[in-house]
């Protein structure tokens, strides 16, 4: 398969994964659903579906579990998180979900944490220091702002921070969030409570 960078570049078609949490209950030790959205370009394509634990340690392990063995593991160019973190605080190694799954991934968030109220919750949990590991091994936070003005602000392991931007760019139909992103928020949310959210 071509490198990102390469296919976006050609200006082919891009195929992403999107994964989110659905709603979970906010009791310790629940489990949390994980919503997997194929797209290409924009365009729904397919869906996977996990389970992974509140607060927990297995984020990184159930997301390679997830897509790895999958139909859709082969076609997908590049894997887009909402955040680094699964269910509260069950933080995703970027780095080794990039470098097991061998393909960029990308966490897409909002509007520009705050970081240091994060490190502030992680330094209450007893494996504290592993977490705040994982933090910091996500890396820099990016900010690229498109032509047609959409903002990103994003980490990522596997491509250079300009591929990045350009993808989220084009897979991305109205605003902020990439459309594989947007679909796992509403999906997860219509399946856990019968409706879809208000916002993704």
């Known amino acids: 398969m071509k490198s990102l960078a390469e296919v976006i570049r050609l200006n082919k078609q891009l195929r992403t994964i999107g994964f989110d949490d659905a709603p979970f209950n906010r009791?310790?030790?629940?489990?949390?659903?994980i919503s997997g959205i194929v797209?290409?370009?924009?365009?729904?394509?397919?869906?996977?579906?996990?389970?992974?634990?509140?607060?927990?340690?297995?984020?990184?392990?159930?997301?390679?579990?997830?897509?790895?063995?999958?139909?859709?593991?082969?076609?997908?160019?590049a894997v887009l998180l909402d955040g680094i973190a699964i269910g509260g605080?069950?933080?995703?190694?970027?780095?080794?979900?990039?470098?097991?799954l061998q393909l960029p991934c990308i966490a897409v968030m909002r509007k520009h944490p705050d970081v240091a109220a994060v490190k502030k919750v992680l330094s209450r949990f007893d494996d504290a220091e592993s977490r705040l590991a994982t933090l910091a091994a996500a890396g820099d936070?990016?900010?690229?702002?498109?032509?047609?003005?959409?903002?990103f602000y994003f980490q990522m392991k596997g491509c250079s921070a300009e591929t990045a931007g350009l993808l989220l760019e084009k897979v991305t139909?109205?605003?902020?969030?990439?459309?594989?992103?947007?679909?796992?928020?509403?999906?997860?949310?219509?399946?856990?409570?019968?409706?879809?959210?208000n916002s993704a």
């Open 89 to 100: 605080f069950n933080l995703i190694n970027l780095e080794t979900l990039s470098e097991s």
């Open 173 to 197: 139909d109205n605003g902020n969030v990439p459309e594989t992103l947007r679909l796992a928020h509403l999906i997860g949310a219509a399946v856990k409570t019968g409706q879809s959210s």
């Open 27 to 33: 009791k310790a030790g629940s489990k949390v659903n």
């Open 39 to 77: 797209c290409t370009n924009t365009r729904f394509e397919g869906m996977l579906w996990g389970e992974a634990s509140k607060d927990g340690v297995d984020a990184t392990d159930v997301l390679i579990d997830m897509l790895k063995p999958s139909k859709f593991y082969q076609q997908v160019h």
């Open 141 to 151: 936070i990016y900010t690229y702002t498109s032509p047609t003005d959409k903002t």
